[in-house]
């Protein structure tokens, strides 16, 4: 969690209410008017032994925390369960000082400092599951201290920006301690609260905390969601984890419509593209029409929208995350963004080198979701090295201190700012060697010794693209263009990775001969890994080499090929097709060439040559369309030259 807190309030202090003042109840509830008291009365019933459970984020009861800690009275072996809070330790001396033992589900900056302190633990658990255990009393609390808004006029409270796990400790509690906050915005859905279940109350009237991510001014950043986004199709469900990059590639997705969100937590990102009409939720298969989380942090833009707007559903967390709820939302994309990935694809998210960073939190349970949703995809994001550039996130393997969060058999894209790796259902080997591709250029030499030595790859495994820094070996994905060709059907034209072997492999040994012959000029009968791997496996930059496939990315079949090598003598490329023969004949041909001479042309190549069987009119047809053609016979084949305009 990069994002911060604002506390505009003065931490601690609740004002006291006057009777003109607009938190006093409503007429009508004088019954509740013996329950509020002071934070001192409200917490006295709280004794040594006791388990407390604290409310979400930015509705952090911390009038009530800090008073707790502020008690003047014994209490020994007190544990706090708590998600993520805020402003619930209080400062001491520059240090953060708590006499209590907190047992947190997430790892925020003042946990992290409490865990070292030898003051509290981290519960890795997916926040989903949460409410089950409080239910069987594992996570049993004696009070629950929340902050909600003031009662309405039939006496109920809306739990305002959290419903989270707030609502299974309420409801398990043995008393129920609360912040009744005017500002607090009143959110529909499953958030109301009879004043009856409330044992004690404070009234706070001050502002909510506010929560907001600095904004991106870094290039590798805006690329990742520039990546992101692109898998974004129209009337995608999102959900947007707590993160920088998740948060950013919201920015990124204009020109989509009716996308929806189906969200653990909503940030201000969503508001523009609420405003904007692009965020409509009428293509949701669910709850249509709606934007369905469980949390927010966000600022009082987003809090201002939210309050009594039936546009917005808040749930418990267990119902949002529960991955067969998930499911039931028609191409459900769920980014979430992650520390480190090894080379099997096993994903931390909670750890990075030894310490605790947020949580588990409902990440595997998005994975799942999305990856069962009709159209779903479940997507990892992560720079591919540490902001200094020292460390490769991608790691040949997870290190001490890193923890998996997302098992190598659940993830399914994963993406850097050099790429997007497709893992699920992958080879040991192919996950390796996609995850190798989209790692920092500098670092990918060392990955691949590394796989080979661990027997990942085989011994003379080699990639074209892990030469270092200097040279452009970024996988070049702006070069990835859509089409509809002539007979309706949609494919992509993209450069061709290294693992696309297989896919051309496939090809090969569809051809039928004739095309075999005019392809490679012999009766080949066998395409070896290595020989594929020479028509795909390329450097971006004196060989190029682009596929064409055909259905959904996470099923795509390779279609047709490209592939060109510039002589360095006369800086003329070298090209070859092939093209499968029941997608002959659809213009294929001609837009492979016209990317394979734009990319060449942005490379300074002077044009093209190619040796065209005198029987492949198709060929020489397409030789023409190029630029200035000559030809010269040798034998039964044509030398041609195709010089660009
Ligand atoms: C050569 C090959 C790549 C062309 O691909 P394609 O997708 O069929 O090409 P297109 O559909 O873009 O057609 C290219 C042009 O050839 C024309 N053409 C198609 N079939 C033809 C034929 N049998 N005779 C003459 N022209 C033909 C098309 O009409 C088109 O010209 P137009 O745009 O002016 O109408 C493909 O046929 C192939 O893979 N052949 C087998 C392997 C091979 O020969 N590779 C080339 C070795 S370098």
């Given at each position: 969690?990069?994002?911060k ?14 009777p ?9 509830l004088s ?10 009365n ?32 014994v ?8 998600f ?14 708590t ?10 900056n ?16 997916s ?10 009393g ?14 309405d ?26 912040e ?22 404070v009234?706070?009237?001050?502002p909510?905390?506010e ?13 990742i969601?520039?990546?992101?986004a ?22 990124y ?9 189906h969200?653990d ?10 405003e904007?009409?692009?965020?409509t939720?009428q ?35 267990e119902?949002?995350c ?9 191409k ?56 200094n ?14 923890g998996?969060?997302?098992?190598r ?9 050099y ?7 992958k080879?040991?080997?192919e ?42 070996c ?39 001969p004739?095309d ?5 000029f ?25 596929v ?14 490209s ?20 997608w002959?004949?659809l ?21 093209f ?17 190029c630029g ?8 039964d ?9």
């Amino acid at each position: 969690m990069e994002g911060k807190f604002s506390i505009r309030n003065i931490l601690g202090r609740a004002r006291p209410v006057s009777p003109a003042d607009r938190s006093v109840l409503p007429d009508g509830l004088s019954r509740y008017k013996d329950k509020i008291t002071t934070p001192e009365n409200a917490l006295s019933m709280i004794k040594s032994g006791d388990r407390i459970f604290l409310g979400t984020g930015c509705a952090t009861p911390r009038t009530l925390a800090l008073a707790l800690e502020n008690l003047d009275k014994v209490l020994d072996d007190v544990q706090i369960y708590h998600f993520l809070v805020q402003g619930a330790i209080p400062m001491h001396a520059g240090a953060l000082q708590t006499r209590f033992f907190h047992k947190a589900f997430f790892v925020d900056n003042d946990m992290r400092e409490i865990i070292k302190q030898g003051k509290g633990d981290y519960i890795p658990i997916s926040i989903a599951h949460v409410p089950h255990l409080v239910k069987k009393g594992v996570f049993a609390a004696d009070a629950a201290l929340i902050q909600v808004t003031m009662p309405d006029k039939h006496g109920f409270v809306s739990l305002g920006v959290s419903a989270d796990v707030t609502h299974s400790f309420i409801q398990q509690a043995r008393t129920v301690i609360a912040e009744l906050n005017p500002n607090m915005p009143r959110t529909c859905g499953d958030t109301y609260l009879s004043m009856d279940k409330i044992d004690k109350a404070v009234v706070v009237d001050e502002p909510v905390l506010e929560y907001m991510y600095p904004p991106i001014d870094d290039a590798v950043a805006e690329h990742i969601a520039r990546n992101v986004a692109r898998l974004i199709d129209n009337g995608s469900t999102l959900q947007v984890g707590l993160g920088r990059i998740p948060n950013e590639m919201l920015r990124y997705i204009d020109g989509r419509r009716d996308l929806g969100i189906h969200s653990d937590v909503i940030c201000d990102s969503i508001v523009d593209l609420i405003e904007r009409g692009i965020i409509t939720g009428q293509a949701k298969s669910i709850h249509r029409g709606q934007i369905v989380t469980s949390y927010c942090l966000g600022t009082q833009r987003l809090y201002d929208l939210i309050d009594n707007n039936p546009l917005f559903a808040f749930h418990p967390i267990e119902y949002v995350c529960d991955p067969a709820v998930i499911s039931k939302n028609n191409k459900m994309v769920s980014v979430t963004q992650a520390q480190a990935v090894d080379l099997m694809g096993q994903v931390c998210s909670d750890q990075f080198g030894g310490e605790f960073y947020g949580g588990v939190s409902a990440k595997l349970d998005f994975m799942r979701g999305a990856a069962n949703s009709p159209g779903g995809k479940p997507i990892i994001c992560l720079a591919s090295t540490t902001e200094n550039g020292k460390e490769s996130r991608i790691r040949h393997l997870l290190r001490e201190g890193e923890g998996v969060t997302i098992p190598r058999s659940d993830v399914h894209y994963v993406i850097t700012e050099y790429g997007t790796a497709y893992l699920f259902g992958k080879s040991i080997r192919e996950k390796a060697l996609a995850l190798i591709e989209i790692a920092h250029p500098s670092f990918r030499a060392e990955l691949l010794d590394e796989a080979r030595r661990m027997g990942y790859v085989r011994e003379g495994q080699d990639l074209k693209c892990k030469i270092g820094d200097t040279h452009p070996c970024r996988y070049p994905d702006q070069e990835e263009r859509d089409y509809t060709l002539k007979n309706g059907s949609n494919v992509v034209i993209r450069p061709s990775r290294a693992s696309d072997v297989r896919g051309l492999q496939e090809i090969f040994y569809q051809l039928p001969p004739e095309d075999v012959y005019t392809r490679f000029f012999s009766g080949l009968k066998s395409l070896s890994v290595s020989q594929a791997e020479h028509l795909c496996n390329v450097d971006y930059d004196k060989e190029m080499a682009f596929v064409v496939t055909h259905g959904e990315r996470e099923n795509e079949k390779i279609i047709g090929s490209s592939f060109y090598v510039v002589d360095p003598s006369n800086n003329m490329a070298d090209v070859a097709y092939m093209i499968l023969h029941e997608w002959q004949g659809l213009g294929l041909g001609t837009m492979l060439q016209h990317r394979m001479a734009k990319f060449a042309q942005s490379k300074g190549v002077k044009g093209f040559t190619a040796d065209i069987l005198v029987g492949n009119p198709t060929m020489l047809k397409l030789a023409q369309k190029c630029g200035k053609m000559t030809t010269k016979i040798v034998e039964d084949a044509y030398e041609v030259e195709m010089l660009f305009d």
